[in-house]
């Protein structure tokens, strides 16, 4: 059996915070006395990551997915608990741990503004102590693979937010870590941005076998590039297995979409299932699973269908439904 | 080996620092019409006060002018190496900026301190502060020991570093936005000779906070003045100092909590 690169034991973080009251008043009053309070961020959380796996780890804001992140990069001191990465316990900061990690965190910026990203590249090698052939030759790899190799040299602040983060990935790839941790990589970029920087990541998991851990609130990244899902809500694992499994235990229907050749009437539909989308030519219909068949054949012998399409319930469904309704997962 | 490291490091900081520079318009005017006419002031003060007396507690002129020299010097050096970088140290707690330098295969402390190096910028405040030591020595009337007051300045450079470390590093226990302003105003104390100060005073800030030992300490060196207990005074301050530092640091950075988002 494959063993574990990431090995976590019944880890927790608790954070102390201030509340202070509303206006000038609460902060002079802050001044003197403060309201001590405490978070639990994460409970007991226990997880093992197989060498080249994969993950999405995802979970609601403030469900404690960055806060395990930092802790397994050592960023963090945990409260409690136990934390093997890569052979090394993160908490003691070890160059060498280092060297074999890396983070990407898409609202932080490790590159120079200022300056053409190759500059804080020829940093980063002498910070890992690469030699210069290796170095020359992992960087035009992958600036060609991120199709990035004529801003090599423009200085970063120029650079479009989707230009920006493919040289952050670049910077945590330079020198070939066996961890690489991603904190929402695909924030705020365009689909097309979304898209190839997914496909890097794909090509890069398979070719390279580094075990990669994606936090991302955009569900099609997990779902493209993860066959193995962990949610963590509240401080606490919810979910670890695969994407398939979530979709089939937790989706109890099936989306339809319709077109029709003639104006069809919103409470015609309802007797099917419930509309999700309504024009007069087209809709979109949930139908539980049970009875689909039986109400789509209806369906179509009942209305002037011009094209109907099934498919099963996406992973942001899914995942949105269990936030929502804060179903036990 | 971390040495080497460490100072290949501080090599590409500083050009890094310096590309940084250049990219802005007049990178050079403003900083030095500054510093140059806050020089000024400081001697023209001085002088004036030496018109009315001849020493200012036991110190005659020119043994002035080399503490002002030194606390010159010691104030270039320091904000071309050191200060600048740790000053944004409480920014990178409160924002949780310091992550990124978190996983990096580094000393932290070393690499946040060296980050922002300055060496061509700072040449011409380094250059004035030498050329006042010089003035000092040449105008003496005393006995010169520049390897004793070389000695001397090199233990009050370790002091201040640690000093300037432990202030930034509160922030790791609590945010203080106003460490930079704390930082400038403890060490403007040591451009008086120490003898000026009085009791508890002078007992604090030759041990509590010892800004005495930093920059009297070497004026008083250059003259062979320093006393032998002041001279193991010294010895021990440096060392103490340097080891409190290390641990208020190493017991902040594993207190620090990142910031969300």
């Known amino acids: 059996?494959?063993?574990?690169?990431?090995?976590?034991?019944?880890?927790?973080?608790?954070?102390?915070?201030?509340?202070?009251?509303?206006?000038?008043?609460?902060?002079?009053?802050?001044?003197?006395?403060?309201?001590k309070l405490t978070k639990q961020a994460v409970k007991n959380v226990s997880i093992e990551i197989k060498k080249g796996e994969f993950v999405g780890f995802i979970g609601p804001n403030g469900a404690g997915k960055t806060t395990t992140l930092k802790m397994l990069s050592g960023i963090l001191y945990p409260t409690e608990?136990?934390?093997?990465?890569?052979?090394?316990?993160?908490?003691?900061?070890?160059?060498?741990?280092?060297?074999?990690?890396?983070?990407?965190?898409?609202?932080?910026?490790?590159?120079?503004?200022?300056?053409?990203?190759?500059?804080?590249?020829?940093?980063?090698?002498?910070?890992?102590?690469?030699s210069e052939g290796p170095y020359r030759k992992r960087l035009k790899e992958l600036t060609e693979l991120l199709d990035v190799v004529d801003q090599l040299k423009v200085q970063v602040r120029k650079l479009s937010l989707g230009q920006r983060m493919k040289f952050e990935i670049i910077a945590s790839l330079l020198h070939n870590p066996k961890?690489?941790?991603?904190?929402e990589p695909t924030i705020g970029l365009d689909v097309v941005s979304q898209k190839k920087i997914r496909e890097f990541l794909r090509k890069y998991n398979r070719v390279n076998k580094t075990t990669i851990?994606?936090?991302?609130?955009?569900?099609?990244?997990?779902?493209?590039?993860?066959?193995?899902?962990?949610?963590?809500?509240?401080?606490?694992?919810?979910?670890?297995?695969s994407i398939d499994k979530i979709i089939n235990d937790y989706s109890n229907d099936k989306n339809i979409k319709i077109s029709f050749y003639k104006k069809v009437d919103r409470n015609r539909l309802r007797v099917f299932?419930?509309?999700?989308?309504?024009?007069?030519?087209?809709?979109?219909?949930?139908?539980?699973?049970?009875?689909?068949?039986?109400?789509?054949?209806?369906?179509?012998?009942?209305?002037?269908?011009?094209?109907?399409?099934?498919k099963d319930v996406s992973l942001e469904e899914v995942i949105s439904d269990i936030f929502e309704k804060n179903k036990s997962i | 080996m971390k040495l080497m490291k460490n100072l290949k490091l501080m090599s590409s900081t500083a050009k890094l620092e310096m590309m940084d520079r250049l990219s802005e318009p007049f990178p050079f005017t403003f900083v030095l019409i500054g510093v140059l006419l806050r020089f000024a002031v400081v001697i023209i003060f001085f002088k004036a006060v030496y018109l009315q007396v001849d020493t200012l507690g036991g110190w005659e002129i020119n043994q002035t002018y080399i503490l002002l020299g030194t606390y010159f010097f010691i104030e270039a050096i320091s904000w071309a190496s050191y200060v600048r970088g740790l000053n944004h140290l409480p920014r990178y707690i409160e924002f949780g900026d310091l992550d990124i330098f978190m996983t990096k295969p580094i000393n932290v402390k070393a690499f946040i301190s060296y980050r922002k190096i300055d060496v061509i910028f700072s040449i011409p405040q380094i250059a004035t502060a030498i050329g006042i030591i010089i003035y000092g020595i040449l105008n003496s009337q005393q006995p010169i020991n520049i390897l004793f007051y070389l000695f001397v300045l090199l233990c009050g450079i370790i002091i201040h570093f640690s000093i300037t470390s432990i202030i930034y590093a509160i922030s790791f226990y609590k945010i203080i936005r106003q460490s930079t302003y704390l930082h400038t105003e403890l060490h403007e104390l040591g451009q008086y000779p120490i003898s000026i100060y009085k009791g508890a005073m002078k007992w604090i800030l030759s041990i509590v906070v010892p800004i005495a030992v930093i920059y009297s300490f070497p004026a008083k060196a250059m003259y062979n003045d320093l006393a032998l207990w002041e001279f193991l005074l010294v010895i021990f301050i440096t060392i103490a100092f340097y080891l409190f530092s290390r641990v208020f640091w190493n017991s902040g950075i594993k207190r620090y909590e990142s910031a969300k988002g």
């Open chain 1, 81 to 130: 608990g136990d934390i093997k990465v890569a052979g090394h316990d993160p908490r003691r900061r070890e160059e060498s741990f280092k060297k074999k990690i890396s983070i990407v965190m898409g609202q932080k910026q490790q590159l120079w503004p200022t300056l053409p990203a190759i500059e804080t590249f020829n940093l980063y090698q002498r910070m890992y102590e690469i």
């Open chain 1, 213 to 241: 851990i994606l936090t991302s609130h955009y569900m099609d990244d997990v779902q493209d590039l993860c066959k193995r899902l962990i949610i963590i809500n509240e401080g606490k694992l919810g979910y670890d297995g």
């Open chain 1, 179 to 183: 961890v690489l941790f991603l904190d």
């Open chain 1, 273 to 310: 299932g419930k509309v999700t989308k309504h024009s007069m030519y087209e809709a979109e219909l949930s139908i539980p699973q049970e009875d689909s068949l039986d109400k789509i054949s209806r369906l179509m012998a009942q209305l002037p269908v011009k094209d109907l399409n099934i």
């Open chain 1, 1 to 35: 059996m494959q063993k574990s690169i990431i090995h976590v034991k019944n880890l927790s973080k608790t954070f102390v915070y201030h509340k202070k009251e509303e206006g000038l008043k609460g902060s002079l009053k802050a001044v003197f006395k403060r309201k």
